[in-house]
C-alpha cells in the first residue's frame, strides 16, 4: 500500500511556532503533502509557517480559526482533511507525541486485516500518567456500554484512513470531540474495515491545551447524548 498510493498529513496546531520548523524537518519524505491547521493561534505560527511554506513545497499553512466553546481542535482537522488530496490521510497533533514515521508499518498492518480506516492505540502504554490511562478507560467502557463497540484508546489523535471514506466519516464536531466521533463513525460505517493499530507515544513538545478534567467529563457527556441521538433515529448533519 506504501509503494502504490500518496499521502498527506494532517496536523492542528495552536501556538505550535517553538518547535514546528523542527518538527516539519524532521517529517519523512515519503508524506507528499503536509497541511497545517493553526487554530487560533496568537504566537508567530502562522508566520513561521508561511516561511515553511517557501522552503518546503509540500507543506502548506491553513488557517481555521472557527471554535466551540473556545475550542477548535475538530475544525482545524476538518480543514485540513478537506484540503487533502492524497490516497492516504493522516492525522495527527502537532506535539511531536505520535510516531508519524511509523506509517510505512501501520500501512502494512492495515492491508493485512483489510482495513480502511486505523485508530493508533497508545494503550497498554506504562510511561503514560495513571491518571490519564483511567480517564480513557472510563471512556472506552462508556462506548462499550453504550455503543457494543471495543476500543483500546478512544481519544488517539492519530488515525490513518483512506481519503475516499471521508463522506462517510459524517464530521461535525469543531471542538475535542471529534476525537470520540470520527473512531464511532468510522466504526458504524465502515464496519470491519475499522480498527485500531498499536503505537508507541513519544515525548510531547510544547504545552497541553486541554483542562483533562474538563475535557474528559465533556467527552462522557457527548458520547452519551450521541447515543441517545442515534437511538431516536436522527443522524449527524453531513
Known amino acids: 500500500m506504501i509503494n502504490e498510493s500518496t499521502i498527506s498529513l494532517v496536523m492542528p496546531c495552536r501556538n505550535e511556532a517553538k518547535h514546528l520548523a523542527e518538527m516539519v524537518a524532521d517529517i519523512p519524505d515519503f508524506y507528499d503533502e503536509i497541511n497545517c491547521v493553526s487554530n487560533k493561534s496568537s504566537d508567530d505560527t502562522v508566520e513561521l509557517g508561511r516561511e515553511l511554506e517557501q522552503r518546503y513545497p509540500r507543506f ?3 488557517i481555521d480559526d472557527r471554535a466551540a466553546s473556545g475550542i477548535g481542535y475538530g475544525y482545524a482537522h476538518m480543514t485540513g ?10 492525522c495527527a497533533d502537532s506535539d511531536c507525541t505520535y510516531p508519524v514515521e511509523d506509517v510505512p508499518d501501520i500501512l502494512q498492518t492495515m492491508e493485512k486485516r483489510g482495513l480502511r480506516f486505523a485508530s493508533c492505540t497508545r494503550y497498554p502504554d506504562s510511561a503514560i500518567p495513571f491518571t490519564l490511562q483511567m480517564g480513557v478507560k472510563v471512556l472506552n467502557f462508556e462506548m462499550f456500554l453504550l455503543y457494543g463497540v471495543t476500543i483500546h484508546d478512544s481519544l488517539s ?7 475516499k471514506v471521508v463522506p462517510s466519516l459524517h464530521l461535525t464536531e469543531g471542538d475535542w470531540n471529534l476525537s470520540p466521533q470520527i473512531k464511532l463513525n468510522a466504526h458504524k460505517y465502515l ?4 480498527g485500531e493499530v498499536k503505537i508507541t507515544q513519544k515525548t510531547r513538545q510544547g504545552e497541553t491545551k486541554q483542562s483533562y478534567l474538563k475535557t474528559g467529563l ?7 447524548k450521541n447515543r441517545f441521538v442515534q437511538r431516536k433515529g436522527i443522524q449527524p448533519a453531513d
Open 218 to 224: 465533556g467527552h462522557l457527556m457527548w458520547i452519551a
Open 191 to 194: 464496519g470491519r474495515c475499522f
Open 81 to 90: 482533511i478537506e484540503h487533502s488530496k492524497s490516497d492516504i490521510v493522516v
Open 60 to 62: 502548506t499553512m491553513l
Open 157 to 163: 489523535g492519530m488515525w490513518v484512513f483512506e481519503r
